[in-house]
């Protein structure tokens, strides 16, 4: 038992599964702290937040295994295509459809754009 806490496994899955965790708290408290009534801001901001870290991680060189544990896992957790689509689509549906494409075209400028500016800082 002692030995696993001294040296624990730190396979890409674990690393992974670890960095998800991290990743998907830190989503959920961004959702619970701010509103979404009538645009999606939650979604927006962990998807150029995710995109910002990402490029940070890529563009900075980091090794596998801290690309596994804060790329794949923690931001992959943290950014959500999938319910970026639902809510567009919803928008879309329900008449908003001026809001659904401001939110579809801003969600992917914002999104590139910090991954941009990451890759910037870093270069």
Known sequence: MIEILLAPDLSPAHLVG?????????????????????????????????????????????????????????????????????????LWERGERRVATANAVGTLGCSLAGLGVAGWLVG
């Open 18 to 90: 670890t960095g998800a965790a991290i990743g998907a708290i830190l989503r959920h408290w961004v959702y619970v702290s701010l509103p979404a009534e009538e645009f999606p801001w939650p979604t927006l901001l962990v998807n150029v937040l995710g995109s910002f870290a990402l490029g940070l991680l890529a563009f900075g060189g980091v090794g596998p295994a801290t690309m596994q544990l804060l790329g794949v896992g923690c931001c992959g957790a943290f950014t959500t295509f999938s319910t970026f689509s639902v809510e567009t689509v919803g």
